[in-house]
């Protein structure tokens, strides 16, 4: 189908989730796929699904970005930020590396790690990021395919 000459072509027709709420990873995953595909509910259970088929002895490491209360002194404020938080295992044992420690906490085996995880998932509002070579990340090997 021709236009008139000089006719301006019409614009395509864009999905365009606005936030709400703190929702922007389930809002920009559904903006870039174009069409409404993911909930809050779905996003937190993919996010919970894959916790147990992390293939951790091939990460890195972990960052996590946590609510964090934020306290003048002993008195604790109705506030939440964020706080970014490294898990990494050294020498068999992991460790939250949280910079807000005075010493690495030693988290144990593969199936302490993943505790922690799962904790920090239920409270909400949690992020993690993988940290692993290019090899890894090209391969997907991250996750066991069992």
Not at 69 to 77: K, R
Not at 90 to 95: A, K, L, P, R, T
Not at 109 to 123: G, I, K
Request: glycine fraction near 6%; charged fraction near 20%; hydrophobic fraction near 40%.
């Amino acid at each position: 189908m021709s236009q008139a000459p000089g006719a301006q072509p019409s614009p395509p027709s864009v999905y365009h989730e606005r936030q709400r709420l703190e929702l922007c990873a389930v809002h920009a995953l559904n903006n870039v796929l174009q069409q409404q595909l993911f909930s809050q509910e779905a996003a937190d259970e993919i996010c919970k699904r894959p916790l147990s088929q992390l293939a951790l002895p091939q990460v890195l490491g972990l960052i996590l970005n946590l609510p964090s209360p934020v306290s003048l002194g002993l008195l604790s404020l109705p506030l939440r930020r964020r706080h970014w938080v490294a898990l990494r295992q050294v020498g068999g044992v992991y460790y939250n590396l949280d910079s807000k420690l005075r010493a690495p906490e030693v988290l144990g085996n593969e199936d302490s790690v993943r505790a922690f995880l799962a904790a920090a998932l239920a409270q909400g509002l949690c992020e993690v990021l993988l940290v692993v070579t290019k090899e890894v990340e090209e391969k997907g090997s991250w996750l066991r395919t069992d």
